[in-house]
C-alpha cells in the first residue's frame, strides 16, 4: 500500500510533498551564524575537509556553503590546505586561529555536529503537507492490505474508517489473537514516501529527529525492495537534502513505556534534545502494545495525550523552561489483553476515538490459519490433525483457541521433527508432543 487516495485497489499515486532544495541562506530558514558555526564545528571535530565534504556533511548546496566559507577565510577562521581539484568545491579546509576558539565555544554550547537542522516553522509546515490523514483506503485496498491475515469482513469494515481518521484505535482482546499483528498491518499499509529532517531548530536548540530504528531509508541500495509505483515516487525529486528520505516510521513500545519517554529528552553533556517516541512517529503510525502493563498508570499516560489526541498537537518544554507545539500527525494504535474497563474509566475511553475486540477464531477460520501456517512450512495439511486438537485439548482440557496456536505448533512440530532427525509431517505423534510442550494442562496441579 502506499500513501495515495485509494478510488480502487489500483488508483494513481499523488507525489508526495517535496521539501525543495534551498537556494539562498534565507532559504533554510536559519541564521548566518548558526551555519558558520556549524561549519567551524564540523572542522573541528572532523578535521580537513573539502569543500564538497563539508557541504556534504551539513546537507547543504556547495554553492550556500561557499559564501560562508569565503567569509569564514576572509577572517582567518578557516585556511586552504590545498587542494583536490580545480574548483573551489576540491579546496581542502582546516580550521585556523581563532576560528579553534570560536568552534570550541560553539561546542560549548551544543555538540551537535551533522545535517544542518530545519526551523521549527519549515519542520510544522512539512508534517502538515505529508500528513497521515491524507491516507484513504476503501474495502478494496483493505482486502488487499490484510490478504495474508485471516479476518472477518465486519473487522476489515471497521478498521478501515479508523485508518482514514488518522485519530486513535484501542484494540483489545484474549492476548494471542493478533492485535499487534493487525497494527503492523496498519502500518505497513500506509508505506510510501516521507521527509524526515535529522534535527530541528528551536529557539537556537537542536532536537534530533531522525532515528534509524524507526526511519528506514528507501534511497540506494534500498531502492531494490520497492515496488514499482515507489520508485516512481523518491527519484530524481531534487529534495532539501537536510530532510532524510524515508519510509513511513511505526514506532512500538510497550510495558517499558515512561512517561518521561514522551517528553523532551536533554542530555545536558551534548546539550541537545532527543524527540520523544511520538515525534519520531510523525506521519506514521504509534503502537502502544500491551496497554495497562506500563510502569505508568493507563489514566496518566492517557492524562499526558488528552490535547494531542483531540487538536493534533502537542506542546513540549525546553530545559530553559520555554514550550512549544510540535505536531501529533500518527495513528495511535492500542493494544491490550486486559477488560477496558479495568484499565480506565470510560470519559478516559472516550478521548479514543475507535475501540475494536478482537475474539478468539472460529472453527473455519481456525481451520484456515491452520492450512496458510503449514502452506508456509512446507507442510501437507491433514484436516483430521486439527480435529485432534479440538477435540483433545480445546474440547476435553478446556483450552480457548487463539490465533496464534497453529503458527506456535506448527513452529514446534517442525522442531522436534528436526530434533528426532525425522522428516517434518503432520503426524498425530509428532503434533501431541507440539501440544504437550505449547500448551499448559489446565488439569494438572503441584
Same mark, same amino acid.
Given at each position: 500500500?502506499?500513501?495515495?487516495?485509494?478510488?480502487?485497489?489500483?488508483?494513481?499515486?499523488?507525489?508526495?510533498?517535496?521539501?525543495?532544495?534551498?537556494?539562498?541562506?534565507? !532559504?533554510?530558514?536559519?541564521?548566518?551564524?548558526?551555519?558558520?558555526?556549524?561549519?567551524?564545528?564540523?572542522?573541528?571535530?572532523?578535521?580537513?575537509?573539502?569543500?564538497?565534504?563539508?557541504?556534504?556533511?551539513?546537507?547543504?548546496?556547495?554553492?550556500?556553503?561557499?559564501?560562508?566559507?569565503?567569509?569564514?577565510?576572509?577572517?582567518?577562521?578557516?585556511?586552504?590546505?590545498?587542494?583536490?581539484?580545480?574548483?573551489?568545491?576540491?579546496?581542502?579546509?582546516?580550521?585556523?586561529?581563532?576560528?579553534?576558539?570560536?568552534?570550541?565555544?560553539?561546542?560549548?554550547?551544543?555538540? @551537535?555536529?551533522?545535517?544542518?537542522?530545519?526551523?521549527?516553522?519549515? @519542520?510544522?509546515?512539512?508534517?502538515?503537507?505529508?500528513?497521515?490523514?491524507?491516507?484513504?483506503?476503501?474495502?478494496?485496498?483493505?482486502?488487499?492490505?490484510?490478504?495474508?491475515?485471516?479476518?472477518?469482513?465486519?473487522?476489515?469494515?471497521?478498521?478501515?474508517?479508523?485508518?482514514?481518521?488518522?485519530?486513535?484505535?484501542?484494540?483489545?482482546?484474549?492476548?494471542?489473537?493478533?492485535?499487534?499483528?493487525?497494527?503492523?498491518?496498519?502500518?505497513?499499509?500506509?508505506?510510501?514516501?516521507?521527509?524526515?529532517?535529522?534535527?530541528?531548530?528551536?529557539?537556537?536548540?537542536?532536537?534530533?529527529?531522525?532515528?534509524?530504528?524507526?526511519?528506514?531509508?528507501?534511497?540506494?541500495?534500498?531502492?531494490?525492495?520497492?515496488?514499482?509505483? !515507489?520508485?516512481?515516487?523518491?527519484?530524481?525529486?531534487?529534495?532539501?537534502?537536510?530532510?532524510?528520505?524515508?519510509?513511513?516510521?511505526?514506532?512500538?513500545?510497550?510495558?517499558?513505556?515512561?512517561?518521561?519517554?514522551?517528553?523532551?529528552?536533554?542530555?545536558?553533556?551534548?546539550?541537545?534534545?532527543?524527540?520523544?517516541?511520538?515525534?519520531?512517529?510523525?506521519?506514521?503510525?504509534?503502537?502502544?502494545?500491551?496497554?495497562?502493563?506500563?510502569?505508568?498508570?493507563?489514566?496518566?499516560?492517557?492524562?499526558?495525550?488528552?490535547?494531542?489526541?483531540?487538536?493534533?498537537?502537542?506542546?513540549?518544554?525546553?530545559?530553559?523552561?520555554?514550550?512549544?507545539?510540535?505536531?501529533? !500527525?500518527?495513528?495511535?494504535?492500542?493494544?491490550?489483553?486486559?477488560?477496558?474497563?479495568?484499565?480506565?474509566?470510560?470519559?478516559?475511553?472516550?478521548?479514543?476515538?475507535?475501540?475494536?475486540?478482537?475474539?478468539?477464531?472460529?472453527?473455519?477460520? @481456525?481451520?484456515?490459519?491452520?492450512?496458510?501456517?503449514?502452506?508456509?512450512?512446507?507442510?501437507? @495439511?491433514?484436516?483430521?490433525?486439527?480435529?485432534?486438537?479440538?477435540?483433545?485439548?480445546?474440547?476435553?482440557?478446556?483450552?480457548?483457541?487463539?490465533?496464534?496456536?497453529?503458527?506456535?505448533?506448527?513452529?514446534?512440530?517442525?522442531?522436534?521433527?528436526?530434533?528426532?532427525?525425522?522428516?517434518?509431517?503432520?503426524?498425530?505423534?509428532?503434533?501431541?508432543?507440539?501440544?504437550?510442550?505449547?500448551?499448559?494442562?489446565?488439569?494438572?496441579?503441584?
Amino acid at each position: 500500500m502506499t500513501t495515495a487516495t485509494f478510488a480502487s485497489p489500483t488508483a494513481p499515486l499523488e507525489r508526495p510533498a517535496v521539501p525543495p532544495m534551498p537556494d539562498t541562506l534565507a !532559504d533554510t530558514g536559519l541564521s548566518v551564524e548558526l551555519v558558520r558555526d556549524l561549519l567551524l564545528k564540523t572542522l573541528y571535530v572532523q578535521g580537513v575537509r573539502t569543500g564538497h565534504e563539508l557541504a556534504e556533511a551539513v546537507a547543504l548546496p556547495f554553492a550556500l556553503v561557499d559564501d560562508e566559507l569565503l567569509t569564514l577565510q576572509q577572517r582567518r577562521f578557516i585556511e586552504v590546505r590545498g587542494t583536490t581539484g580545480t574548483n573551489r568545491a576540491s579546496y581542502r579546509y582546516e580550521v585556523a586561529g581563532e576560528g579553534r576558539d570560536r568552534a570550541r565555544g560553539a561546542l560549548e554550547s551544543s555538540q @551537535y555536529v551533522g545535517p544542518a537542522p530545519v526551523p521549527l516553522a519549515q @519542520y510544522t509546515a512539512s508534517i502538515v503537507a505529508q500528513s497521515v490523514v491524507h491516507t484513504r483506503y476503501n474495502p478494496a485496498a483493505m482486502r488487499t492490505g490484510f490478504a495474508h491475515m485471516v479476518l472477518d469482513d465486519e473487522v476489515l469494515d471497521a478498521l478501515g474508517p479508523a485508518i482514514n481518521s488518522a485519530k486513535s484505535l484501542f484494540l483489545y482482546g484474549h492476548p494471542g489473537n493478533g492485535k499487534s499483528a493487525i497494527a503492523d498491518a496498519i502500518a505497513s499499509m500506509l508505506g510510501g514516501v516521507l521527509y524526515v529532517p535529522y534535527a530541528v531548530e528551536v529557539d537556537g536548540q537542536i532536537m534530533v529527529v531522525h532515528d534509524p530504528v524507526y526511519h528506514r531509508p528507501i534511497e540506494g541500495a534500498g531502492d531494490s525492495a520497492l515496488g514499482m509505483e !515507489d520508485l516512481w515516487l523518491h527519484q530524481g525529486d531534487g529534495h532539501d537534502r537536510r530532510y532524510a528520505k524515508v519510509r513511513r516510521p511505526i514506532v512500538l513500545t510497550g510495558g517499558e513505556l515512561t512517561l518521561d519517554q514522551l517528553d523532551l529528552r536533554y542530555d545536558p553533556h551534548a546539550k541537545l534534545y532527543q524527540a520523544p517516541f511520538q515525534a519520531k512517529a510523525n506521519g506514521g503510525v504509534l503502537i502502544i502494545d500491551d496497554f495497562g502493563r506500563q510502569r505508568v498508570p493507563p489514566r496518566d499516560l492517557l492524562n499526558r495525550w488528552i490535547v494531542p489526541l483531540e487538536k493534533r498537537v502537542d506542546f513540549l518544554t525546553l530545559h530553559t523552561g520555554g514550550k512549544f507545539p510540535l505536531p501529533f !500527525d500518527c495513528l495511535l494504535i492500542f493494544a491490550t489483553n486486559l477488560e477496558p474497563k479495568e484499565l480506565v474509566e470510560e470519559a478516559f475511553l472516550r478521548r479514543i476515538h475507535y475501540k475494536l475486540h478482537i475474539g478468539d477464531p472460529r472453527r473455519d477460520q @481456525y481451520d484456515e490459519i491452520f492450512r496458510r501456517c503449514c502452506a508456509a512450512a512446507g507442510l501437507t @495439511y491433514v484436516p483430521a490433525a486439527v480435529d485432534h486438537v479440538y477435540e483433545e485439548y480445546y474440547g476435553r482440557r478446556g483450552i480457548p483457541a487463539r490465533n496464534c496456536h497453529p503458527r506456535d505448533l506448527v513452529a514446534h512440530l517442525m522442531d522436534i521433527a528436526k530434533y528426532l532427525e525425522e522428516p517434518p509431517a503432520l503426524r498425530r505423534d509428532l503434533l501431541d508432543r507440539a501440544c504437550v510442550s505449547y500448551f499448559l494442562d489446565p488439569t494438572r496441579t503441584h
